[in-house]
Nanobody, 126 residues
């Protein structure tokens, strides 16, 4: 079992930045692929970004590529999502996810993972 706790969400103006963190516990963090997903009111959950176990490879949704950066610190059992040039369309609840088998490329397609955090709200005002 893996427990995930997100933090760092909030209210920001368009063009601003936020950095989300996700702290993991319960199992060996470096054994897990990690991803970020989001869900806006009335919309389906969508993939945002994912990273492999070592942090050497990343995958992004087209809508955030070039603006968002996913990274991880295996020594601190934490994955990050740096969000720059935020747009009102980025407003959503952001979820951290982990899976020991589903690779980042598959996360992007399946929009799924085994373990999920409780989510953190990101609101971007225009």
């Amino acid at each position: 079992q893996v427990q995930l706790v997100e933090s760092g969400g909030g209210l920001v103006q368009a063009g601003g930045s936020l950095r989300l963190s996700c702290a993991a516990s319960g199992r060996t963090f470096s054994n897990y692929y990690m991803g970020w997903f989001r869900q806006a009111p009335g919309r389906e959950r969508e993939f945002v970004a994912a990273i492999n176990r070592s942090g050497s490879s990343t995958v992004y949704a087209d809508s955030v590529r070039g603006r968002f950066t996913i990274s991880r610190d295996n020594a601190k059992n934490t994955v990050f999502l740096q969000m720059n040039s935020l747009e009102p369309e980025d407003t959503a609840v952001y979820y951290c996810a982990a899976d020991s088998r589903i690779t980042p490329a598959t996360m992007r397609v399946s929009v799924n993972a085994n373990y999920w955090g409780q989510g953190t709200q990101v609101t971007v005002s225009s």
